[in-house]
């Protein structure tokens, strides 16, 4: 080897031929080894924290009424750790030990705000679990407004109906709950850690780190945030949404685009009204949906309701709404659970048929159109409560998604709703002023004026629920027709008839 | 003080030591890098004997450049290096001081092997590492085996050319003569392993080889482990030896020829007992720097001075044994059983400085007479200090080791800071005293260091 070759090997290929120590040598044999172990130790750290803090499971259900009740459609909080969107609800360890944690501000638990519990299920329906951003959390399902229950007598076991309203639902007081505990001092790691054991909860270490470190920290700011943008629609002077309804869009002008309540009219921020049904959709499909027919599309109309279970674009699970879809596509309306005096009921038909059926029925030349509210002169505050300002704000959200609205318009009224199975659906009108239907056939001078909501024990002499017993005053809330956005005015039509057709005719509504 | 026992002479069967006050062995690194001595070491040694200590052990003195622990210490690996050990001698004589030369080798427990030995494992009796700096080694074949026991034997008759008072065998601390003895180590299946008698042939040959190369009229001594305490650092280490073979030990080299037995404890050096005190943590991450190529755990041990996150695992396991022990006298109660057992005298190192303390194990009979370092290189005068009747010097060693962390890398001294009032300067500049004279200042030599 000539001294040019050697220069031209390089300074560091000479240093390592020519000294080598021992050591050298042992640690070049075993470092490539040791490396690898601790690459491979720290990449199965950053996997295992990857696959922690990323992944998106839930339970699957294959059965779609177990589905309907306890799966998710995404409303849970979602996108990234860093940026979490969507959810409305704490992850699920402090959503299940709030009651525990804040036992004077709800002493009878969730199901005493109307959430309905079946036996082996922690949650109740409406109440869906899905792991996200490395914890469990909660979301609300369709099924949370859209399951009632009913019983004929007060010592009958209740029977849960898909579908039908959650009449005996408080969301407005559910929702304050939760705010108002998530804010509470008490609402602390320890507190729930401590709750959630108690309650038979295994916590694990990784979850205490992320409950002491992170998370009720930032549940607190997120809540005080939410506070601070739709608190004021969910506290007086606007009045109490009470059970079995609620306000849809002045939360949704809060949360979705921010708008400051404070600044509009009362008259646009009184806007609750009743949950509908979710059965038989698809001869709806082309109808005006919503209670004023502000939308046409059953699949915009259901991906609007979802967003105020607090599903976003990002966090929404297609499928699972699918399969909601498709269920309730097709989905029929319970049938009567009691005796019904056939020939009565016959002898109604003709009536309805006559009086009801053209805005009412499937067919029906003016069934799913809006009905003037001139014309109507039901309550008007649900309708002003969709503006037209409010409509073209939402033409222009998620202008990026598949999911952009397209069918929503400003109406002058309230569309005429299919009747089928009406009787699972009272209290009637848009606003569930009248508790019963041979009550909407009085004159609406004759009609109650307070009356108790959300008591499903079931009268079947004046199809709807009872609402003036004390069990029904113990059980319910009250309503009071004098309220703003509670008027039970209006809808005349079948008032003249004698009393005996209204029980014909309301005898022959039991079966639709 | 009539009467102090501190001060009664010492008289062994062929040396007679004015005092019982020794001087451990402990240098720094003041010599040529290729072992040749210096006029620095002279100062640091007449330092001691003009501070009034009977006798100096010499620090770690190799009998081959193979066994040396690092470079700069003066070595007695061949006949040149003979005139210097009796310059030294000399200087120490002046002051009515004996000086007693440590034969010793490494084995495996290099703390920095130095060019020469760059490309060389260690010679131990296993192949196994140290366990501390993860120091490499390989089995010393039988014929290594005989050339260093000659080693040895040369370097003590080279210890009585140049004059020297005696020698001591280091055999303990986990140096070569260690790594024989210990069952902890040597897993040996040969003659030199095995049972305890096979593990101890090593060191008797020595002993039989020095006698004769030097004779039985010349002072011989070894240094002995009492105990191994092994695992004092690491759990999962064996224990080593025991007390009972200590003493055995102790007895078989009384019986080859030794003519005094000087106790210790540890199996690595330093260890967790001895030298007992303090492990400075901020020193470590100065110092420690410099050995760390020279194990294969260098790096993982500087990582855990280094980080102040870290120094709590490393403290962990260094305190574990440390905090069932007193700094002061550390080894004493060991020392005590071995003194039952022999006949020759014994001295007894680690934490020794209160004169009260030393009095105690001398009259009650744990020791005949103790080895000092670290106190003396902070108080050469400490001698002059308890024969005054006071018991400890103004400012005493407080035992933190700092010097013992420094010694890698810088010159020895206190580097106690608190001992100069915060004044690192004054500190700095009492270390630099060694120096001074100079091989080619005028000033008598060893004259300014007290």
Same mark, same amino acid.
């Given at each position: 080897?000539?001294?040019?070759?050697?220069?031209?090997?390089?300074?560091?290929?000479?240093?390592?031929?020519?000294?080598?120590?021992?050591?050298?040598?042992?640690?070049?044999?075993?470092?490539?080894?040791?490396?690898?172990?601790?690459?491979?130790?720290?990449?199965?750290?950053?996997?295992?924290?990857?696959?922690?803090?990323?992944?998106?499971?839930?339970?699957?259900? *294959?059965?779609?009424?177990?589905?309907?009740?306890?799966? *998710?459609?995404? *409303?849970?909080?979602?996108?990234?750790?860093?940026?979490?969107?969507?959810?409305?609800?704490?992850?699920?360890?402090?959503?299940?030990?709030?009651?525990?944690?804040?036992?004077?501000?709800?002493?009878?638990?969730?199901?005493?705000?109307?959430?309905?519990?079946?036996?082996?299920?922690?949650?109740?329906?409406?109440?869906?679990?899905?792991?996200?951003?490395?914890?469990?959390?909660?979301?609300?399902?369709?099924?949370?407004?859209?399951?009632?229950?009913?019983?004929?007598?007060?010592?009958?076991?209740?029977?849960?109906?898909?579908?039908?309203?959650?009449?005996?639902?408080?969301?407005?007081?559910?929702?304050?709950?939760?705010?108002?505990?998530?804010?509470?001092?008490?609402?602390?790691?320890?507190?729930?850690?401590?709750?959630?054991?108690?309650?038979?909860?295994?916590?694990?270490?990784?979850?205490?780190?992320?409950?002491?470190?992170?998370?009720?920290?930032?549940?607190?700011?997120?809540?005080?945030?939410?506070?601070?943008?739709?608190?004021?629609?969910?506290?007086?002077?606007?009045?109490?949404?009470?059970?079995?309804?609620?306000?849809?869009?002045?939360?949704?002008?809060?949360?979705?685009?921010?708008?400051?309540?404070?600044?509009?009219?009362?008259?646009?921020?009184?806007?609750?009204?009743?949950?509908?049904?979710?059965?038989?959709?698809?001869?709806?499909?082309?109808?005006?949906?919503?209670?004023?027919?502000?939308?046409?599309?059953?699949?915009?109309?259901?991906?609007?309701?979802?967003?105020?279970?607090?599903?976003?674009?990002?966090?929404?699970?297609?499928?699972?709404?699918?399969?909601?879809?498709?269920?309730?596509?097709?989905?029929?309306?319970?049938?009567?659970?009691?005796?019904?005096?056939?020939?009565?009921?016959?002898?109604?038909?003709?009536?309805?048929?006559?009086?009801?059926?053209?805005?009412? *029925?499937?067919?029906?030349?003016?069934?799913?159109?809006?009905?003037?509210?001139?014309?109507?002169?039901?309550?008007?505050?649900?309708?002003?409560?969709?503006?037209?300002?409010?409509?073209?704000?939402?033409?222009?959200?998620?202008?990026?998604?598949?999911?952009?609205?397209?069918?929503?318009?400003?109406?002058?009224?309230?569309?005429?709703?299919?009747?089928?199975?009406?009787?699972?659906?009272?209290?009637?009108?848009?606003?569930?002023?009248?508790?019963?239907?041979?009550?909407?056939?009085?004159?609406?001078?004759?009609?109650?004026?307070?009356?108790?909501?959300?008591?499903?024990?079931?009268?079947?002499?004046?199809?709807?629920?009872?609402?003036?017993?004390?069990?029904?005053?113990?059980?319910?809330?009250?309503?009071?027709?004098?309220?703003?956005?509670?008027?039970?005015?209006?809808?005349?039509?079948?008032?003249?008839?004698?009393?005996?057709?209204?029980?014909?005719?309301?005898?022959?509504?039991?079966?639709? | 003080?009539?009467?102090?026992?501190?001060?009664?002479?010492?008289?062994?069967?062929?040396?007679?030591?004015?005092?019982?006050?020794?001087?451990?062995?402990?240098?720094?690194?003041?010599?040529?890098?290729?072992?040749?001595?210096?006029?620095?070491?002279?100062?640091?040694?007449?330092?001691?004997?003009?501070?009034?200590?009977?006798?100096?052990?010499?620090?770690?003195?190799?009998?081959?450049?193979?066994?040396?622990?690092?470079?700069?210490?003066?070595?007695? %690996?061949?006949?040149?290096?003979?005139?210097?050990?009796?310059?030294?001698?000399?200087?120490?004589?002046?002051?009515?001081?004996?000086?007693?030369?440590?034969?010793?080798?490494?084995?495996?427990?290099?703390?920095?092997?130095?060019?020469?030995?760059?490309?060389?494992?260690?010679?131990?009796?296993?192949?196994?590492?140290?366990?501390?700096?993860?120091?490499?080694?390989?089995?010393?074949?039988?014929?290594?085996?005989?050339?260093?026991?000659?080693?040895?034997?040369?370097?003590?008759?080279?210890?009585?050319?140049?004059?020297?008072?005696?020698?001591?065998?280091?055999?303990?601390?986990?140096?070569?003569?260690?790594?024989?003895?210990?069952?902890?180590?040597?897993?040996?299946? %040969?003659?030199?392993?095995?049972?305890?008698?096979?593990?101890?042939?090593?060191?008797?040959?020595?002993?039989?080889?020095?006698?004769?190369?030097?004779?039985? %009229?010349?002072?011989?001594?070894?240094?002995?482990?009492?105990?191994?305490?092994?695992?004092?650092?690491?759990?999962?280490?064996?224990?080593?030896?025991?007390?009972?073979?200590?003493?055995?030990?102790?007895?078989?080299?009384?019986?080859?020829?030794?003519?005094?037995?000087?106790?210790?404890?540890?199996?690595?050096?330093?260890?967790?007992?001895?030298?007992?005190?303090?492990?400075?943590?901020?020193?470590?991450?100065?110092?420690?720097?410099?050995?760390?190529?020279?194990?294969?755990?260098?790096?993982?041990?500087?990582?855990?001075?280094?980080?102040?996150?870290?120094?709590?695992?490393?403290?962990?396991?260094?305190?574990?044994?440390?905090?069932?022990?007193?700094?002061?006298?550390?080894?004493?109660?060991?020392?005590?059983?071995?003194?039952?057992?022999?006949?020759?005298?014994?001295?007894?190192?680690?934490?020794?400085?209160?004169?009260?303390?030393?009095?105690?194990?001398?009259?009650?009979?744990?020791?005949?007479?103790?080895?000092?370092?670290?106190?003396?290189?902070?108080?050469?005068?400490?001698?002059?200090?308890?024969?005054?009747?006071?018991?400890?010097? %103004?400012?005493?060693?407080?035992?933190?080791?700092?010097?013992?962390?420094?010694?890698?890398?810088?010159?020895?001294?206190?580097?106690?800071?608190?001992?100069?009032?915060?004044?690192?300067?004054?500190?700095?500049?009492?270390?630099?005293?060694?120096?001074?004279?100079?091989?080619?200042?005028?000033?008598?030599?060893?004259?300014?260091?007290?």
């Amino acid at each position: 080897m000539s001294d040019e070759m050697i220069i031209k090997t390089g300074e560091g290929k000479l240093v390592d031929e020519v000294y080598e120590s021992p050591v050298d040598r042992w640690q070049h044999r075993v470092r490539g080894l040791v490396m690898l172990i601790v690459l491979a130790v720290i990449a199965l750290i950053v996997i295992y924290l990857l696959w922690y803090f990323v992944s998106d499971h839930t339970r699957e259900y *294959s059965d779609i009424q177990e589905h309907f009740k306890y799966g *998710s459609i995404g *409303s849970e909080p979602g996108g990234t750790v860093l940026t979490p969107v969507g959810g409305v609800l704490p992850p699920y360890l402090v959503f299940k030990t709030l009651p525990k944690v804040c036992p004077d501000k709800l002493p009878g638990g969730y199901a005493s705000l109307g959430l309905v519990f079946e036996p082996n299920h922690d949650m109740p329906i409406g109440v869906s679990r899905r792991w996200r951003l490395g914890v469990e959390q909660v979301g609300l399902n369709c099924a949370v407004c859209h399951t009632g229950t009913v019983r004929e007598t007060p010592n009958s076991q209740p029977m849960i109906v898909l579908g039908m309203p959650a009449h005996q639902l408080d969301l407005e007081r559910f929702f304050n709950f939760v705010i108002s505990c998530s804010l509470d001092d008490r609402l602390t790691a320890t507190n729930v850690i401590q709750k959630a054991e108690d309650m038979g909860e295994h916590v694990s270490l990784m979850q205490k780190l992320i409950l002491s470190t992170a998370l009720i920290q930032r549940l607190k700011l997120q809540t005080l945030e939410q506070q601070n943008r739709m608190g004021f629609a969910l506290n007086p002077p606007i009045p109490p949404w009470g059970r079995g309804r609620v306000d849809t869009f002045n939360p949704y002008k809060s949360l979705q685009f921010n708008w400051n309540l404070r600044a509009l009219p009362q008259s646009e921020l009184i806007g609750a009204s009743d949950f509908p049904s979710l059965w038989n959709q698809r001869p709806r499909e082309g109808m005006h949906l919503h209670w004023d027919g502000n939308n046409t599309s059953v699949d915009e109309r259901n991906l609007s309701a979802s967003l105020g279970a607090g599903v976003t674009p990002v966090t929404v699970d297609h499928a699972s709404l699918q399969r909601i879809h498709d269920w309730i596509w097709t989905l029929a309306p319970p049938r009567y659970p009691f005796a019904i005096d056939q020939s009565r009921s016959a002898r109604g038909k003709a009536i309805f048929d006559q009086q009801c059926a053209e805005c009412h *029925s499937f067919g029906g030349g003016k069934t799913g159109t809006v009905e003037n509210l001139a014309s109507i002169n039901t309550d008007p505050y649900r309708l002003n409560s969709y503006t037209y300002i409010f409509c073209v704000n939402q033409a222009a959200l998620y202008p990026e998604s598949r999911y952009r609205f397209t069918h929503f318009s400003k109406t002058d009224g309230y569309a005429n709703q299919p009747l089928d199975g009406i009787w699972a659906r009272a209290p009637y009108l848009h606003n569930g002023s009248v508790p019963t239907l041979l009550d909407l056939l009085q004159d609406p001078a004759s009609r109650p004026k307070q009356f108790v909501r959300g008591y499903d024990v079931y009268n079947q002499e004046k199809v709807g629920f009872v609402y003036d017993t004390p069990e029904a005053r113990s059980a319910g809330s009250l309503y009071d027709t004098s309220i703003p956005g509670n008027g039970n005015q209006g809808h005349l039509w079948g008032t003249k008839l004698p009393p005996d057709q209204k029980r014909d005719l309301i005898e022959y509504m039991k079966t639709l | 003080m009539d009467n102090d026992v501190i001060f009664q002479p010492l008289q062994f069967r062929n040396l007679t030591v004015k005092n019982r006050l020794f001087r451990s062995n402990i240098s720094g690194r003041f010599d040529n890098y290729d072992g040749s001595g210096t006029q620095t070491r002279i100062n640091w040694e007449e330092s001691f004997a003009r501070g009034g200590v009977g006798a100096i052990i010499s620090s770690f003195v190799p009998v081959h450049l193979r066994g040396r622990i690092m470079p700069n210490y003066a070595m007695i %690996d061949s006949d040149d290096k003979v005139p210097f050990w009796r310059a030294l001698g000399d200087a120490v004589h002046r002051h009515d001081c004996k000086y007693i030369l440590q034969l010793s080798h490494s084995g495996r427990q290099r703390d920095n092997p130095g060019v020469e030995n760059f490309r060389q494992k260690g010679l131990s009796s296993t192949s196994r590492m140290d366990t501390f700096h993860g120091l490499l080694c390989e089995a010393m074949t039988l014929q290594q085996i005989k050339e260093t026991i000659q080693y040895f034997a040369d370097g003590a008759r080279r210890a009585r050319e140049a004059g020297l008072d005696g020698v001591e065998l280091h055999a303990s601390h986990g140096y070569l003569i260690t790594q024989f003895l210990s069952s902890a180590i040597n897993d040996r299946t %040969d003659q030199y392993g095995g049972n305890l008698q096979n593990r101890a042939a090593f060191l008797l040959e020595i002993i039989r080889a020095i006698r004769k190369e030097v004779g039985a %009229d010349y002072h011989l001594q070894a240094k002995l482990n009492a105990v191994d305490f092994s695992n004092a650092l690491y759990p999962w280490e064996k224990k080593g030896n025991t007390l009972a073979e200590g003493i055995q030990v102790a007895k078989w080299a009384e019986e080859a020829g030794v003519d005094a037995i000087h106790v210790s404890i540890g199996s690595i050096f330093p260890h967790p007992l001895l030298p007992p005190g303090g492990f400075p943590p901020d020193e470590l991450n100065w110092w420690y720097g410099t050995m760390i190529s020279s194990g294969v755990l260098g790096y993982f041990n500087y990582t855990m001075f280094h980080f102040r996150l870290l120094r709590p695992i490393f403290t962990f396991f260094w305190a574990r044994t440390k905090k069932d022990h007193p700094i002061e006298a550390v080894s004493s109660q060991y020392c005590r059983e071995v003194k039952k057992n022999v006949s020759v005298p014994v001295i007894n190192t680690g934490g020794y400085q209160d004169g009260s303390v030393i009095r105690r194990v001398i009259s009650e009979g744990y020791t005949d007479a103790v080895s000092i370092a670290r106190p003396l290189v902070a108080n050469r005068d400490l001698p002059q200090i308890l024969q005054s009747g006071k018991d400890l010097p %103004d400012k005493p060693c407080s035992f933190c080791n700092r010097c013992l962390v420094n010694a890698v890398a810088n010159p020895l001294g206190c580097y106690d800071v608190r001992r100069f009032d915060g004044d690192h300067d004054r500190m700095v500049a009492k270390i630099m005293e060694v120096f001074h004279p100079s091989q080619f200042s005028t000033a008598a030599p060893g004259s300014q260091l007290m």
